[in-house]
């Protein structure tokens, strides 16, 4: 999704901005521009559409000096891909340029008042008309200096409804960025003889790890040596500066050749990270004072609802599996979007946890403010302690997987997937589970990382099994209880990178639809553990090798009835029920990845996809 960087400095900007660009490219985009204004005071603006590679080839080869741009990767929402609609975006002077993360709802409406005042547009974005705005502003404001470019910005927003991060400039300011937000994140780097503004604090680490993440409604004025901090709403602002905690490598691929298989190597760390210091062998629990959430609080819960979007949604759906099977609780799931839509009731002692990778999901954020709202405890499931859901939730359960760069989810899912595990186990030890059970659940947990080890072993036979299934026209997924959502996670992969039809399924509704799809041409993938339904499981196999549909089966111990049906077993290690969803999930996320490498596929930028969806 859209990214931003800019940076106010006493040196050239140009190959900064570019660079902060190819740092924030694992968002997804389709276009690229910077604005830059040269120290003749000429503003500069290129825009092109395809990667930054494409807009770097776009600049002059010897440009005159520039100490201050702004910059920005688009993923289009209003307006198809394409060099005009790329940012930045200029008003009608030509003189103060603006790049956007987020929606303008009313922008339709205040084109029209701009168009019936004589303005003319060159694209169909909404940011270009709140340039336009906040240009019309800045022409009419008798301020002076970095005043004015403030006054106007503030002006121009109290008209505009939806969310927005923006860095402007103007011409007749060469030392000046004014950078503000409302619902999109955007991060203040103090640099040496430079200030930057930036959507991801991941495209400031070359340059400062001392930043500022600004609040909702902040407005910010920065120059090379200054920078000051105000407020668009009626609070003074608050600020406090954060030492970012990212290793330097943290955003390279190292000796692997894509992040998304560089980060499936790096479960078995997330996994120990996750677990570190949150074990209580004493009482056979969990850790989870870090919360701040009482125990006498957690007591009182008598039901859970979990929200999130995409595969922090999955992730959810096996976590309410992992609660009420374990805790003995009331737990289920809505889709973030649908939560914030439907005005769900919630009762007086809900739990409300929302799943999110990077907390800054907007469909997750609106549906943490709608619990909030009505009144739930709110938990925050996040990688990024600093995003704006883990600052709005009561409480925050970081994830701790490190930065995940490739935009298919892979080990902040599996993150998600063992953090539900301990508060499974915190809640189970609350009420009902008994000392033994709890250790046992330790134990297992303990044993994960060396696991995932082994099954990461066996790519490359799981790489041969996929370039067998690459020309597929579709694939099925199926799984049964707490493996169910594991099925959902394991297609949506599958979808998202190798662009192949996939649809995860529960087994039990084989019968009642999907064997319709069932022919020699579809692969099913099958999760049989070795539990109570392993009967069951094997039932669905022979249904689906009766209509001579090919079946990959993903099975822990030898099964002779499994080994002669199936057309290719993945044999992984034996786990408690609970942690079988962790296990199954490494042999899914293999076989997408080396399907889609099979079909060629763009694996860390695939079409159309943002890591972060922070717009409606
Ligand atoms: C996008 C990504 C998915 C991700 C979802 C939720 O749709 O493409 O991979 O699962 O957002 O993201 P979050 O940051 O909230 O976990």
Redesign the pocket.
Known sequence: MCGIIACTSTQEVRPLLLNGLRHLEYRGYDSAGLAVLTTSGHLEVHKKIGRVDSLAAHLPSSPPPAHLGISHTRWATHGEPSDSNAHPHLDQSGLLALVHNGTIENHADLKSQLLAAGHHFLSETDTEVLAHLVGQHYDASSASGPDRLTDSLRLALASVKGTFALAVIHRDLPDIIVGTRRGSPLVLGLGRNQHLLASDAAALLPHTRKVIFLNDLDITTISPDNFSIASLGPHTASWHISDLDLAPDAASRGHFPHFMLKEIHEQPLAISRSLHRRLDHDNASAHLDQLGLSPASLHHIDRVRII?????LYAGMTGARMIESTAFLPADTEIAGEFRSLNRPLGNHSLVIT???????AD?LAALREARRKGALTLALTNHPSSSLAREADATLELLAGPEIG???TK?FVSQLSAFALLALALGRLRHLPHHSGLELIHALEQLPSQIDSILAQSHSIAAIAARFASSHGMLFLGRGLLFPIALEGALKMK?ISYIHAAGFAASELKHGVIALIDPHTPSVCLCPDDSLLSKNIGTIHEIKARRGPVIAITSNPNPEIDSLADAVIRIPATLDLLQPILHTIPLQLLAYHTALALGRDIDKPRN?????TVD
């Open positions: 999130g979007c995409g595969s922090a799943v999110s990778q990077s907390g800054e999901t997750s935009v298919a989810a902040s998202e996809l943002a890591k972060s969806v």
